[in-house]
């Protein structure tokens, strides 16, 4: 498996995974302009090609907000949210940011 920056040649796998997994999905081009912001940083999984998983943050200052955290369905369960989550909170306290916040629906 591989961690790496979200580029816009993820989209088509990433919005895959939203709409099978979220009632309200974000859209393609919610995700591009996130992709494009400088206080933004989305991560992928990948894994042969394939994204696993995805999740994103923003930040303000020294706080960090998760948009989203998502796992491809036929590979939940193996630990890889964990490991996104793991490195996102390390990323993200390299760059300074102290607190991170996630609010769920």
Known sequence: MILREMVVDDLDQVMEIEQDLFAVPWTREGYFTFLT???AMFLVVEEKGRILAYCGLLM???EGDVTNVAVRRDR????IGNFLMESLI???DGMGVTTIHLEVR
């Not at 939940?76 to 630990?79: A, F, H, R, S």
């Open 90 to 92: 390390r990323l993200a």
């Open 37 to 39: 912001r400088d206080d």
């Open 60 to 62: 303000v200052l020294d």
């Open 76 to 79: 939940q369960k193996e630990g």
